[in-house]
């Protein structure tokens, strides 16, 4: 019985270390602080821009794709970035944020359909944004805890990798690029 209470544990720790530190979410702003070029929004998230993308499910398979028009504009410090989206399954949906650039690199956001307010960081060629959304009802429904993480590459174009959980479990994953259209 003592065996197998301490492999339970080990297991347990071994999970919990895999998450938190050798998965996605383990990535800190400040672990691409020198990277380059540098990510500003006012520069990458302005104009035209062209995003393709895939989303996966749970079980790690794609379950969609999408092709999204993208317009950024900025006034000063705050800006909106208008998407409208076309999924593979016919799908379509319109979404506006509206970004608020703060100070030591950092920015908020707001859009119809989150809970509040994202809160975004920017460090070197990296931004990051954690929110949480509220999908339609026709795709349940559900609240998601997302942290998104855009790379910017030397050409201009920005990669862009998604989680969404929900109770601390991954249910979906996106992966896009956004380039100037």
């Keep these: 019985m003592k065996i197998l209470t301490v492999c ?12 938190y530190i050798f998965s996605f979410r383990s990535q800190a702003a400040n672990d691409y602080a020198g990277t380059g070029p540098q990510f500003d929004l006012k520069t990458h998230l302005s104009g035209e821009i062209l995003s393709e993308g895939l989303i996966f ?21 705050t800006g909106t970035l208008s998407e409208e989206f076309t999924y593979s399954n016919g799908r379509t949906q319109s979404r506006k944020w509206f970004l608020t650039l703060g100070p030591d690199n950092t920015f908020t956001a707001t859009a119809d359909d989150l809970v509040g307010e994202a809160q975004g960081v920017i460090s070197g060629a990296t931004v990051q944004l954690k929110y949480e959304i509220i999908l339609p009802q026709d795709a349940g429904g559900h609240t998601l805890q997302a942290t998104d993480w855009m790379y910017l590459t030397s050409n201009g174009t920005i990669m862009n990798k998604s989680e969404m959980r929900k109770f601390g479990l991954k249910v979906a994953e996106l992966v896009a690029t956004m380039r100037r259209n």
């Design 57 to 77: 499910g749970p079980n790690g398979k794609m379950t969609n794709s999408f092709v999204a028009k993208m317009i950024g504009e900025w006034d000063g410090d």
């Design 8 to 19: 339970l544990l080990i297991l347990i720790v071994a999970m919990i270390a895999k998450t």
